[in-house]
């Protein structure tokens, strides 16, 4: 784990991360991540703790859906982290991936995910974001502003500083903070998260149907939506990147598309 630093090795760190590195997948430029362990420390950390104070599903045939479609989307994303998932038993219209593959999902995504693609293409969405290390960019840029670097155990210890990192880690929405992904982020997220869901063999035109149906929730917009690109934008976008993801349906292994239970 990470302890303060000192002030020369903090600069030194702060030079690493204000250079740039690539997402793979897309090819942006990024703002240097912070350390994949250190990332991996505090969504574990996080993660242990959601499961211990939010309930868990206990649906074992709601269960058994998701883990079937999270375990095939987590392999087409192509990497080897230490995957875990969960379905929490929630009226939130949200799911989220933690850094280090911490993958939860609530229950009330499964109406309006409505069918095993439509939840491949949200899982493959918060995949995205994880495998595009968004958080750890995230953070980095809040480093840049702070100076400094804490422990994981001292900032999950300080109560304010456990909001803004769980925020920054996308569970903001569970301790009243709110600090979403960029705009830019989310349409990465979006473009990854279509291709992961094609290769593991879900139909990525069931992608837009289901924006579509998020679109149309009533009363404020989920958590989810908050600060995404425009539904006529995104849905337009989603379309020019149909045939490239439909190449990769077309070589995958096909799962039928089912009503979820």
């Known amino acids: 784990m990470f ?7 903090g600069l030194g760190l702060m030079s ?11 090819n942006r430029k990024q703002l240097m991540p912070l350390p994949d362990a250190y990332m991996d420390s505090l969504g574990a950390s996080a993660y242990a703790e959601m499961k211990q104070k939010d309930p868990v599903s206990t649906s074992s045939a709601q269960t058994q859906e998701m883990l079937v479609i999270a375990k095939r989307v987590a392999a087409a994303t192509g990497k080897s982290l230490d995957w875990e998932f969960t379905l929490f038993n929630s009226e939130q219209v949200n799911a989220f991936c933690l850094p280090g593959g911490k993958v939860g999902v609530y229950t009330g995504m499964i109406p309006v995910a409505k069918t095993n693609a439509g939840l491949a293409a949200v899982l493959g969405h918060e995949m995205g974001h994880a495998i595009a290390h968004h958080s750890g960019e995230r953070m980095s840029q809040q480093l840049l502003l702070s ?6 155990d001292a900032l999950m210890a300080d109560s304010a500083k456990k909001q803004l990192t769980l925020a920054a880690l996308g ?7 709110t600090l979403p992904f960029s705009r830019l982020q989310e349409s990465e997220a979006d473009t990854l998260g279509l291709m992961y ?13 289901l924006w579509l149906r998020m679109d149309k929730l009533g009363g404020a917009p989920p958590e989810f939506l908050s600060t995404h690109p425009d539904s006529s934008k995104r849905a337009a976008a989603l379309e020019e990147q149909l045939p490239k993801a439909l190449q ?11 009503p979820l239970t």
């Open 3 to 9: 302890s303060k630093l000192p002030a020369t090795l």
């Open 16 to 26: 690493i991360i204000s250079s740039c590195s690539t997402v793979e997948g897309t």
């Open 147 to 152: 100076g400094a670097l804490l422990s994981v």
């Open 171 to 177: 569970v903001g929405a569970k301790v009243g903070v």
């Open 197 to 209: 869901m094609a290769r593991a063999g879900y139909d990525p035109r069931e992608a837009i149907d």
């Open 248 to 258: 990769e349906y077309e070589q995958a292994q096909k799962m039928a598309t089912v």
